[in-house]
């Protein structure tokens, strides 16, 4: 059998159009597409409409979408995104075959993966659902490991708004990578490094969850059994994440210590600047950081700039080694979001 040479198709169409591969094609309902799916004519050189989204589909217009696909001529309209974003979130690996992902449509589509699967497991921290999150958390990893240079598309994407266990997560893991990036030299840096410091990052404030929401809610006053219990959520996350068969250095450091200072204000165990560890240190910023551009019920939400900069004026608390990096990003603007990003994610 020939098989068909791939259409040549104008560059022009890929701003407006997304060309579907055959991995993504597989992970759609096989009868009825989750999307309008556009073919490229080569005799008019413009897409056409197959069939719009939810269509239930023939046999032989299956076969006929299943070979268009596999011929390069197969697409979707990128005013869809949001629909793709949310399905191939599900089977997040796709953005690690997919060449056709735009780098932006990746980091989205990775993010609300780690949004769906942090969720379910907070909801319910058990093994069954812990190991689809570290399947997507070395997926994001890999992805980042390919490129180091895209954990800035991340530091663009930083949840901003009111204050959510699962978002913080995020944001603290993304600032924590970032600077992580840019103070170790490339040669020096190694994959399991990254993924420890991923984990132990994402899971630092697990203990968080074990405290009432009407808790953290509160706008006046928290009595004193209210405050014991936040200043004992870091022992809380690790009693938490050893039940679970959780325990390496890394992460019980980024969960014990996130809250230490280095001038031995911090809890739950007055450590000073040599008991901290590095990612203690490290998970201190990006913790802190993340904490200070959302909105809280007992504070506004600061710039990130001005977080940066209180972060860099408290020197005797935090490391400078990991504050100074962010606060020159923020004042050399470097993580402005190009007009084409998407919005943060959904709330």
């Known amino acids: 059998m020939v098989m068909k040479k791939k259409a040549a198709v104008p560059e022009k169409i890929s701003e407006e159009y997304y060309q579907i591969s055959e991995e993504i094609l597989s992970s759609f309902s096989k009868y009825r597409p989750p999307v309008d799916l556009f073919c490229f004519r080569e005799?008019?050189?413009?897409?056409?409409?197959?069939?719009?989204?939810?269509?239930?589909?023939s046999n032989e217009q299956v076969e006929d979408v299943s070979n268009l696909c596999r011929e390069g001529a197969l697409?979707?309209?990128r005013s869809?995104?949001?629909?793709?974003v949310e399905h191939i979130a599900k089977q997040a690996d796709l953005v690690l075959v997919d060449d056709n992902l735009k780098e932006s449509e990746s980091a989205d589509i990775l993010l609300r993966a780690l949004t769906m699967r942090l969720t379910a497991f907070y909801e319910q921290p058990v093994t069954a659902v812990f190991e689809p999150l570290y399947k997507d958390i070395m997926v994001f990893t890999e992805y980042l490991w390919q490129d180091l240079f895209r954990t800035r598309l991340f530091m663009r994407r930083?949840?901003?708004?009111?204050?959510?266990h699962v978002y913080h997560a995020l944001n603290t893991m993304c600032v924590g990578l970032w600077i992580l990036v840019?103070?170790?030299?490339?040669?020096?840096?190694?994959?399991?490094?990254?993924?420890?410091?991923?984990?132990?990052?994402?899971?630092?404030?697990?203990?968080?969850?074990?405290?009432?929401?009407?808790?953290?809610?509160?706008?006046?006053?928290?009595?004193?059994?209210?405050v014991e219990k936040i200043l004992a959520h870091p022992l809380a996350g690790i009693r938490m994440l050893q039940k679970l068969n959780l325990s390496f250095d890394e992460l019980n450091q980024a969960v014990i210590q996130h809250h230490e200072r280095l001038d031995g204000s911090g809890y739950p165990q007055k450590a000073k600047a040599a008991a901290i560890s590095p990612i203690g240190r490290l998970c201190a910023v990006a913790d802190s950081f993340s904490a200070m551009i959302v909105k809280r019920p007992y504070a506004k939400a600061r710039t990130p700039l001005a977080a940066a900069?209180?972060?860099?004026?408290?020197?005797?608390?935090?490391?400078?080694?990991?504050?100074?990096?962010?606060?020159?990003?923020?004042?050399?603007?470097?993580?402005?979001?190009?007009?084409?990003?998407?919005?943060?994610?959904?709330?």
């Open 182 to 226: 840019q103070i170790t030299p490339s040669e020096t840096l190694k994959r399991r490094q990254l993924d420890r410091t991923a984990l132990g990052l994402l899971l630092h404030d697990a203990g968080m969850t074990k405290i009432l929401t009407y808790v953290l809610q509160k706008t006046t006053p928290l009595k004193q059994e209210e």
């Open 43 to 57: 005799d008019i050189a413009q897409l056409y409409p197959l069939c719009r989204k939810g269509q239930r589909l």
């Open 75 to 77: 697409f979707v309209s």
């Open 80 to 84: 869809d995104h949001p629909i793709y």
């Open 309 to 347: 900069q209180e972060l860099a004026d408290a020197q005797n608390r935090y490391d400078p080694q990991y504050v100074a990096p962010l606060l020159l990003a923020y004042q050399n603007n470097a993580f402005a979001i190009p007009s084409a990003a998407p919005a943060q994610p959904e709330q």
């Open 158 to 164: 930083l949840y901003t708004g009111d204050s959510d």
